[in-house]
């Protein structure tokens, strides 16, 4: 069952709020699972846009973000050989009106032995990723990460 906002994972969003609220970039992007438009009768979508287009003051300034319409897009309509769909958030700081990519036209959809079938071999490791990936274990036993 999905919970929406009562969902651990659905409380992230606002995280992502908060760091955009607190970092000020000049963009973002936020992809996030189709469902997110209708979790809580579409009340979860319509808080997180009006979040992150709250105006910001910082050191004697205001700061907003443009929001584009969210659209849900396909990996697949853009030449990912991978059936995806995902809602895509957009907002600058710059009033710019951001302009979702045009689907592509190819006819017949890439495989993914077309898109990475033909990569070389890696390279062996380094001697330091070698050493470093032995600590792995222990060090997320004894910190949790």
Request: proline share 7%; charged share 30%.
């Amino acid at each position: 069952m999905r919970k929406g906002l009562d969902d651990e994972r659905g409380k992230l969003l606002f995280e992502f709020v908060r760091i955009v609220r607190g970092t000020l970039p000049f963009g973002f992007v936020l992809e996030n699972v189709t469902g997110l438009g209708s979790w809580d009768s579409g009340r979860a979508l319509r808080l997180l846009i009006n979040e992150l287009s709250t105006p910001i003051d910082y050191d004697g300034q205001q700061y907003s973000y443009t929001i584009a319409e969210p659209q849900v897009l396909n990996a697949a309509d853009y030449g990912v050989p991978q059936y995806r769909e995902r809602i895509v958030i957009v907002g600058n700081r710059r009033n710019l009106m951001f302009r979702y990519p045009k689907k592509t036209s190819k006819k017949t959809q890439p495989t993914v032995w077309s898109a990475i079938g033909k990569l070389p071999e890696p390279e062996p490791p380094s001697e330091t990723a070698v050493r470093v990936s032995r600590t792995i274990k222990g060090r997320r036993e004894k910190h949790g990460y």
